[in-house]
């Protein structure tokens, strides 16, 4: 039922301010659940809600960009599947407990990161 509620919040927050599904529902889904079943099933959902956004703006879609972005992923989502599977997860729960952290201070201080010396580094 925790699980429930959980994802609830994080859907909701998503529908309201456009994102944040993730940034809220990880943190509190592997205080309830080990991060080798959080990991996907918060990957699950955002690629769900995805989805149903992708097909409602579909006429809007930059092709040339999420060409580049399902390049970068078919890279990336082997790479955290191995991690998952190699990896503590005591150790990885620390990590993400590091980078939500980081990310809070990033947005509390409004800091803004160094302009990017190609584009080409954003599909990463």
Known sequence: MLVFLIVFIAIFTQAVTGFGLALVSMPL??????????????????????LLLLLHYRAD????????LIVASLVGIPMGMLLLRQVEADVITAVLGII???????????????QLAHRFWSYG
């Open 29 to 50: 889904l592997v205080l309830v659940l080990d991060i080798q079943v959080a990991s996907p099933l918060v990957a699950l959902i955002a690629g769900v809600a995805e």
């Open 100 to 114: 939500i952290i980081a990310y809070a201070v990033y947005a509390l201080f409004g800091l803004r990161l160094p």
């Open 61 to 68: 879609l930059n092709i040339r960009a999420v060409l580049r």
